[in-house]
């Protein structure tokens, strides 16, 4: 299944765009028409993955930053709008996760996992409204999870951080309407990546499969018509909303 919303005119800023979902939207919304500008720390694959849109008749630019970082994020929007103009659609993708019990999660993995996922997410978003409000509005699109608004055991810090960027998303939409910007999430279920494929494919996974109300996981591009609605003006009267992408996982009985 391949969907195409015009995008034409557009520029768009995906964060971890080296790997996973993040490279699947820049190529969904460059297929779509946009410029886009890929960033995340690994230099080598972001360069790649610019050559490989380039090769399709896509634009892309590789910039390489940490969106940990207040002043690594102002030069990666900078450095993007040198050089493809100014951006008008953020996807703030990039996140990490680290699987533990919460007796055992200590102040450093609490940190890595929240700074990137809340606090880089607010990064990236404050720095695209300063823009978007000189340049006349825009549309963020927050990767935030299923886990925003249900639970399971062993991922305290990554709920908590998907589920503070939830509400954040529906506070910025508040503020920024007056600005043109639009504020909206994605909220994926789970799906398969060469990271969970073999876990998926055990006796839990197979069980945790079978509460999926569709029986299945999600396929990457089942995530493209959330995507290409925000990222439109087919969305210009949404703000601060949540979409799940779960093949109704949410709807499943406790």
């Given at each position: 299944?391949?969907?195409?919303?015009?995008?034409?005119?557009?520029?768009?800023?995906?964060?971890?765009?080296?790997?996973?979902?993040?490279?699947?939207?820049?190529?969904v919304?460059?297929?779509?028409?946009?410029?886009?500008?890929?960033?995340?720390?690994?230099?080598?694959?972001?360069?790649?993955?610019?050559?490989e849109?380039?090769?399709?008749?896509?634009?892309?630019?590789?910039?390489?930053?940490?969106?940990?970082?207040?002043?690594?994020?102002?030069?990666?929007?900078?450095?993007?709008?040198?050089?493809?103009?100014?951006?008008?659609?953020?996807?703030?993708?990039?996140?990490?996760?680290?699987?533990?019990?919460?007796?055992?999660?200590?102040?450093?993995?609490?940190?890595?996992?929240?700074?990137?996922?809340?606090?880089?997410?607010?990064?990236v978003?404050?720095?695209?409204?300063?823009?978007?409000?000189?340049?006349?509005?825009?549309?963020?699109?927050?990767?935030?999870?299923?886990?925003?608004?249900?639970?399971?055991?062993?991922?305290?810090?990554?709920?908590?951080?998907?589920?503070?960027?939830?509400?954040?998303?529906?506070?910025?939409?508040?503020?920024?309407?007056?600005?043109?910007?639009?504020?909206?999430?994605?909220?994926?279920?789970?799906f398969?990546?060469?990271i969970?494929?073999?876990?998926?494919?055990?006796?839990?996974?197979?069980?945790?499969?079978?509460?999926?109300?569709?029986?299945?996981?999600?396929?990457v591009?089942?995530?493209?018509?959330?995507?290409?609605?925000?990222?439109?003006?087919?969305?210009r009267?949404?703000?601060?909303?949540?979409?799940?992408?779960?093949?109704?996982?949410?709807?499943?009985?406790?």
């Amino acid at each position: 299944m391949t969907l195409k919303a015009d995008l034409s005119g557009q520029v768009a800023l995906v964060t971890g765009a080296s790997s996973g979902l993040g490279r699947h939207f820049a190529k969904v919304l460059a297929a779509s028409g946009a410029k886009v500008a890929l960033v995340a720390r690994r230099a080598e694959q972001l360069e790649a993955l610019a050559e490989e849109i380039r090769g399709t008749g896509g634009e892309a630019a590789a910039v390489p930053g940490d969106i940990t970082s207040g002043a690594s994020v102002k030069d990666a929007f900078q450095a993007a709008a040198d050089t493809l103009g100014p951006i008008s659609v953020v996807v703030n993708n990039a996140g990490i996760a680290r699987q533990a019990a919460a007796l055992d999660v200590d102040e450093d993995a609490w940190d890595a996992v929240v700074d990137t996922n809340l606090r880089g997410a607010w990064l990236v978003a404050q720095e695209a409204a300063r823009r978007m409000k000189e340049s006349g509005g825009g549309s963020i699109i927050n990767i935030a999870s299923i886990l925003a608004l249900r639970v399971i055991g062993h991922n305290a810090p990554y709920i908590a951080a998907k589920a503070g960027l939830a509400r954040l998303t529906q506070a910025l939409a508040l503020e920024w309407a007056r600005y043109g910007i639009r504020v909206n999430a994605i909220a994926p279920g789970y799906f398969e990546t060469d990271i969970n494929r073999e876990f998926f494919q055990s006796p839990p996974g197979q069980a945790l499969i079978r509460r999926i109300p569709q029986r299945r996981l999600g396929q990457v591009d089942d995530l493209d018509g959330a995507l290409l609605l925000l990222a439109s003006d087919a969305s210009r009267y949404m703000t601060g909303t949540v979409i799940p992408v779960d093949g109704g996982h949410l709807q499943s009985s406790l």
